[in-house]
Structure formats: structure tokens, C-alpha cells
């Protein structure tokens, strides 16, 4: 038997992410996409909360809300929280163009992951660094893969390396590996499952 939790999110390739972390752990994230409400702000952690609260709000059963972003240095950390505009309007191509002639190439992803439900709201946080390659590479994952070299990785980008190493170092590997082992630990796992 598993634990269902709802997952405020309309990316698929987050929910298949974070279940093959959480199997795990016995979690099956149920995808809700309607349920996501995004107010603009520099924080991926308010940003979350705030969707988190609506969320629960309507839906009144345990769920996640995850906020993820690609902040690059010499662009003062842009696009950062609006990484799903940019990657819509200007794509890996329009990133690879902005730092042309830069030799500062360092960037990161953030994760955040909120859970909410009527006992509590706690968030988990992950990080993943490393930098932009020169140009695209890889044919796997989503996003800003295909342009993101994970410092733990030697050259390869997130998009060559396989589901399974990319999440063991990832910023959504580690934020949503955190909230397994506290959720794993918690009263409401032991009596729900
Ligand atoms: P949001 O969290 O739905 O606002 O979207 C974050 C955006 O950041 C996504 O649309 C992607 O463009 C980018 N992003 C977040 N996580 C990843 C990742 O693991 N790989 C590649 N791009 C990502």
C-alpha cells in the first residue's frame, strides 16, 4: 500500500522525477495541474508557500507544491524565478546568446518543495551547481538540461546523463530526497499507510 499525496503541478517530468525518489519511500505523487497558483516574486520559497496555501485551501488533502529555477552568476542570477518564462520565450539558445563573450559561465539550480496539509507546512530545499556549457548536449530530461554541467558529473549535461544520476545530484533529487526521510519519520506516514 502506498501514501498518495497530491502534487500541485502541470510538468510531468517533475512528477516523474520526484516518484522515483519517493517509491521509495512508499509516496505516490498524484499530479493536480489546475491547483497551481504562481504570484511573482525573487523567492522560490514564497513563491511555493503562497501556492501551497491556495492549494490546501481548495483542496483540503495533504500535497506538495515544488519551485525550481536556474540561477546563472553573470546574469545576477537570472532567469532565477522566472525560469519558465524564459526557457518558453527565449529557450537554452536565447541563455547560450545572453552570456556570449563571458567567461564567468557559473550558474545553479534551486529546488523547493512545500508540503501542506492541516497539521503542517514545512519546506525542503535543494541545490545543485555547476555551470552553462557552450552549447547544447544530450537528448534526455526537460528545460535548461541540455545547457546545464552539474559540477558533480565531470563534462556532461544534466541532458546526457541518465534519470537516475541525474536525480542523485540534483537540485529536485535533493530537496524532494529530504522530504522523503522527514515525511518517512512523521506520525502522519506511520498512521496513513
Ligand atoms: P516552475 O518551477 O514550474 O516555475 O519552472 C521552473 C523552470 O525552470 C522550468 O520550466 C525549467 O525551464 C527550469 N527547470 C527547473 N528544474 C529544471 C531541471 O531539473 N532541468 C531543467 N530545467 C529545469
Same mark, same amino acid.
Given at each position: 500500500?502506498? $501514501?498518495? %499525496?497530491?502534487?500541485?503541478? &502541470?510538468? /510531468?517530468?517533475k512528477v516523474a522525477e520526484a516518484n522515483?525518489?519517493?517509491s521509495k519511500f512508499g509516496i505516490a505523487f498524484k499530479p493536480i495541474p489546475s491547483l497551481k497558483i504562481e504570484i511573482q516574486s525573487d523567492s522560490l520559497e514564497e513563491i511555493a508557500k503562497y501556492a501551497a496555501e491556495a492549494a490546501f485551501r481548495s483542496l483540503r488533502a495533504p500535497l506538495i507544491v515544488?519551485?525550481?529555477? $536556474?540561477? %546563472?552568476?553573470?546574469?545576477? &542570477?537570472? /532567469?532565477?524565478?522566472?525560469?519558465s518564462y524564459a526557457y518558453k520565450t527565449i529557450g537554452c539558445e536565447g541563455i547560450?546568446?545572453?552570456?556570449?563573450?563571458?567567461?564567468?559561465?557559473?550558474?545553479?539550480?534551486?529546488?523547493?518543495?512545500?508540503?501542506?496539509?492541516?497539521?503542517?507546512m514545512r519546506s525542503f530545499v535543494g541545490t545543485a551547481r555547476g555551470?552553462?556549457?557552450?552549447?547544447?548536449?544530450?537528448?534526455g530530461g526537460?528545460?535548461?538540461?541540455p545547457i546545464f554541467i552539474s559540477e558533480d558529473r565531470g563534462d556532461?549535461?544534466?541532458s546526457e546523463l541518465s534519470?537516475?544520476?541525474?536525480?542523485?545530484?540534483?537540485?529536485?533529487?535533493?530537496?524532494?530526497?529530504?522530504?522523503?526521510?522527514?515525511?518517512?519519520?512523521?506520525?502522519?506516514?506511520h498512521t496513513l499507510k
Open positions: 500500500m502506498s $501514501l498518495d %499525496i497530491y502534487f500541485a503541478t &502541470g510538468n /510531468p517530468h522515483a525518489i519517493l515544488e519551485d525550481s529555477g $536556474l540561477f %546563472i552568476d553573470q546574469l545576477k &542570477g537570472f /532567469p532565477g524565478p522566472y525560469s547560450l546568446r545572453l552570456l556570449e563573450g563571458f567567461d564567468n559561465r557559473a550558474a545553479c539550480f534551486e529546488c523547493v518543495v512545500v508540503y501542506a496539509s492541516k497539521e503542517t555551470s552553462i556549457a557552450e552549447a547544447p548536449r544530450g537528448g526537460f528545460g535548461f538540461d556532461r549535461t544534466f534519470p537516475l544520476e541525474k536525480s542523485a545530484v540534483s537540485h529536485r533529487g535533493k530537496a524532494f530526497r529530504s522530504f522523503g526521510e522527514w515525511i518517512s519519520a512523521s506520525a502522519r506516514y
